[in-house]
Nanobody, 126 residues
Framework: QVQLVESGGGSVQLGGSLTLSCVVS????????LGWFRQAPGKSRETVAR????????YYASSVKGRFTVSEDNARNMISLQMNSLKPEDTAMYYC???????????????????WGQGTQVTVSS
């Protein structure tokens, strides 16, 4: 059974940094398209980033490009989201999500997640 577990959320002030982590269990993370998503109260869910851990090509939402960076530790079946220069509008519940990757799939172009983590809250105050 595939499970995703996030950690690393918290409260920071404007301009601060946080790193979120997501551990994949039940299968090897490189078998999946992986992504970070977020949802703020009263707003629809937004894709933050998506990628395949064995590819250097990553998609970032325009709202986070240049401030957020995804990375992977394939030996530990883990992905991370480094968030710098945080703004109040980054406040949201952040989720790690995945779908098993079909051969040749370009994960960064988009995918429909099948597996979701429980979420971790990020709050940025001004």
């Amino acid at each position: 059974q595939v499970q995703l577990v996030e950690s690393g959320g918290g409260s920071v002030q404007l301009g601060g940094s946080l790193t979120l982590s997501c551990v994949v269990s039940g299968d090897t993370s490189t078998n999946f398209c992986l992504g970070w998503f977020r949802q703020a109260p009263g707003k629809s869910r937004e894709t933050v980033a998506r990628f395949w851990p064995l590819s250097n090509t990553r998609y970032y939402a325009s709202s986070v490009k240049g401030r957020f960076t995804v990375s992977e530790d394939n030996a530990r079946n883990m992905i991370s989201l480094q968030m710098n220069s945080l703004k109040p509008e980054d406040t949201a519940m952040y989720y790690c999500a995945a779908v098993r990757r079909d051969p040749g799939a370009l994960c960064y172009t988009g995918f429909t997640p099948r597996y979701w983590g429980q979420g971790t809250q990020v709050t940025v105050s001004s």
